[in-house]
Each structure stands twice: as C-alpha cells, then as structure tokens.
C-alpha cells in the first residue's frame, strides 16, 4: 500500500508542477497569438499621416502686414490652403476647422487657423472674415506650399508647435472625427 501511495502522491506532485509551467507559459503564448494573429485596426486617427518639417511659407496678412508661417511656432496651427479664391469647398474647409477648434472647449486658444492663398485672387468675401474671427487670411506664392499640395486645389493640414506637418485631410472632412484627431493631439502634448 505504500507503493501505492507514492506512486499517486509522485504522479499528484507532477500534474502540480504541470499545472503551474502551464499558467507560467500562457502568458507568453497568449502574447505570440496577440501579435501575429489578432492584428489592430492600421491606425485611430482619421487624418493622413504627414510626418514631416512644415514648409518655410513667407507672405502677407490681407491687412498688408508681413507673416511668416514660422513666426507661429509653439501654437498648434490648422492651415487651410487652395490654389484660388476662396469658392465654396474653401469655405467649408474654413467651417469645419472652425468647429473642429470650437468643440476643444478652454484648448481652444492653443489652435490658430490660417488661410493660405496665392497672391493675386480675390480676398474673401467680408461675411467669410465675419463668420469666422481670429482667422488669419494669408497671400503668399503657391510654389512655398507645392509640397502641401498634392494634386488637391484646397485642403486642411494640422502643423504642430515644432512646426512639423502632422495631419492631412480633405477639404470636406467629417468635423467630428477631425476635432476628435485634435482632441488627441492637443491631450497628448503640452506644448503650444
């Protein structure tokens, strides 16, 4: 009986000691089958990545004074910029970052809006520039901005305080996903 006894206590103490490499190792598996077989969406934010120095864009306010896109680093900046006067896809550009930057609430203030033209179009409209204050109206030639372009005559780019391209989007965007990109911007750094 004692034989009997030992060969279950030995078999009790290996069926234990399996029990605990199993709960050691889950872990670890569980981890491999995470990152090879259960992949994330691409990306959270809805805005395309630019990553990349903001263009040394140098012009004149539409009062006559001179601006340089420099001379507003350390703000976080949602530049709107089109190859012509400001028709209607234009102005929805200028809503949609103007309520993009309202809904950040007391943040707010840490956004500046600029309007990026070419020299020589009609200015907008006066009802443009009432509706939308603060906005900086800014001439300048297109060749500084070509690089922003890419193939689209009016669209939205998010510049950070270090003055580097982050996001790109359509000159129609969906505002709510375009203030919820700020919103994570703005939340993850404290700069600007």
């Known amino acids: 009986m004692d034989d009997n006894a030992a060969v279950r206590r030995r078999g009790k103490t290996r069926r234990t000691i399996a029990l ?3 709960l050691c190792a889950a872990p670890v598996v569980a981890s491999y089958v995470a990152y090879y077989w259960l992949k994330p969406s691409a ?14 864009i140098v012009g004149v306010t539409a009062q006559g004074a001179p601006w340089r896109l420099d001379a507003l680093r350390g703000r976080w900046l949602l530049l709107v910029t089109t190859d012509s006067d400001c028709d209607e896809l234009c102005e929805h550009a200028l809503y949609a970052t103007r309520q993009a930057r309202t809904i950040q609430g007391r943040e707010q203030d840490r956004v500046v809006r600029v309007l990026l033209q070419p020299q020589g179009v009609t200015p907008p409209a006066a009802t443009v520039e009432e509706e939308h204050p603060g906005l900086a109206v800014v001439r300048a030639d297109p060749r500084q901005w070509e690089v922003l372009a890419r193939g689209t005559a009016t669209a939205i780019h998010v510049v950070d305080p270090l003055g580097n ?11 709510k996903r ?15």
């Open 20 to 22: 605990i490499a199993l």
């Open 43 to 56: 990306r959270v934010n809805y805005g395309e990545l630019e990553a990349q120095p903001a263009p040394q």
């Open 165 to 175: 391209l982050v996001l790109r989007y359509p000159a129609d965007p969906d505002i």
């Open 178 to 192: 375009l203030a919820q990109d700020l919103e994570r911007l703005l939340k993850a750094s404290r700069i600007g």
